[in-house]
């Protein structure tokens, strides 16, 4: 099957986002699958003890776990997130990732 412009997703093909990336010991793992000017959707692999430091974004970013469970600060507020939870992390609002255990998600970055 040929693939998308981005060359990283399947055209008109059914696919499990999670089975498209796998775990690395002691590390993050991310594919882009798609990038355009308004809209990045990236899978991010994550092992057990990893994360992503405090920052932040000029646009808004949508997490949806796939594979796992992970812990969101957005704010100074924690949120603990399970596969099928999706959450909006706003622009401009300090926000950091930590894998309590390995978990996978997709990251999609609205840029319009």
């Known amino acids: 099957m040929e693939k998308s412009n981005s060359g990283n997703l399947p055209s008109a093909e059914a696919v499990r986002l999670e089975k498209l990336i796998e775990y690395s010991a002691n590390s993050i793992v991310s594919r882009e699958l798609v990038k355009t000017k308004t809209t990045t959707l990236t899978l991010f692999a994550f092992d057990g003890?990893?994360?992503?430091?405090?920052?932040?974004?000029?646009?808004?970013?949508?997490?949806?776990?796939?594979?796992?469970?992970?812990?969101?600060?957005?704010?100074?507020?924690?949120?603990?997130?399970?596969?099928?939870?999706?959450?909006?992390?706003?622009?401009?609002?300090?926000?950091?990732?930590?894998?309590?255990?390995?978990?996978?998600?997709?990251?999609?970055?609205?840029r319009g």
């Open 49 to 110: 003890g990893q994360g992503l430091s405090e920052h932040s974004a000029p646009f808004d970013a949508i997490v949806q776990i796939l594979e796992g469970e992970a812990e969101l600060m957005i704010d100074g507020q924690n949120i603990l997130t399970r596969a099928g939870e999706t959450v909006l992390m706003p622009a401009n609002i300090p926000h950091a990732v930590r894998a309590n255990k390995k978990f996978k998600m997709l990251l999609t970055m609205i």
